[in-house]
């Protein structure tokens, strides 16, 4: 168990829907990142937040968006769904350092099928 | 639990016998590489790294070997367990930057009894 959870673990719903997937880091780490895992596209990094504040960007679409709350939980909101976006979603905390030797621990995932 | 790439490469090992798996990296500007293993169900678990200054680095049972010549890393894994089975993959971090990070495909290593 890394320490990091990740709510629902599974998510049905249908293309155009919106869902929110959530994410609570390790106790004491400050940086949650968002990733996707697809079958065909493998682990992308899509977002990072550190202590509520965008860090780093990646290959997130428009249609998704995150933020990080005081208590630093995350949220990934997806938007305007459609059948690509069905994907594994992980988040992955870690303390913050602005060092890419700080270990990230991956939640166990959210598997979204979208309809 | 969830199958991660269904039609990943696998390497089969006999228990007890060392495994190797390799990983192609895409970029000459990578200055650090991450292995992971990841369990089906679950997610990605870090195992060891490697700053692009070393060429070996060992930890338990597992050692990291990173050939920038041929911007090659392969994973060594002494005696293979049952446990070890799961998909492997590398991960490039280019120039420092979280948001340069370019994961491979992986390869699922299966355990033969």
């Known amino acids: 168990d890394s320490g990091v959870t990740q709510t629902p673990k599974h998510l049905i719903t249908a293309t155009g829907q919106r869902v929110t997937l959530r994410c609570s880091p390790r106790s004491g780490d400050l940086s949650v990142y968002w990733y996707q895992q697809s079958l065909d596209q493998g682990l992308q990094f899509l977002i990072q937040y550190y202590n509520g504040e965008e860090r780093a960007k990646g290959n997130i679409l428009e249609r998704f968006s995150a933020q990080q709350f005081p208590d630093l939980h995350s949220e990934l909101n997806l938007s305007s769904l459609e059948l690509g976006d069905s994907a594994l979603y992980f988040c992955?905390?870690?303390?913050?350092?602005?060092?890419?030797?700080?270990?990230?621990?991956f939640g166990p995932g959210t598997r979204l099928t979208v309809l | 639990g969830e199958s991660v790439g269904l039609h990943l490469p696998t390497l089969s090992v006999q228990e007890g016998d060392n495994s190797i798996i390799n990983c192609a990296y895409s970029n000459s500007a990578s200055d650090y590489f991450i292995w992971y293993k990841q369990e089906s169900g679950k997610g990605p678990q870090f195992i060891i790294d490697?700053?692009?200054?070393?060429d070996k680095r060992q930890g338990q049972r597992v050692t990291v070997l990173l050939n920038k010549t041929v911007k090659h890393l392969s994973l060594q894994i002494a005696a293979t367990q049952p446990g070890d089975s799961a998909v492997y993959f590398c991960?490039?971090?280019?120039?420092?930057?979280?948001?340069?990070?370019?994961f491979g495909k992986g390869t699922r290593l299966h355990i033969l009894p």
């Open positions: 991960a490039e971090i280019i120039d420092g930057r979280d948001d340069k990070i370019i």
């Open positions: 992955a905390s870690s303390v913050g350092l602005a060092d890419p030797t700080d270990t990230q621990y």
């Open positions: 490697i700053r692009s200054n070393m």
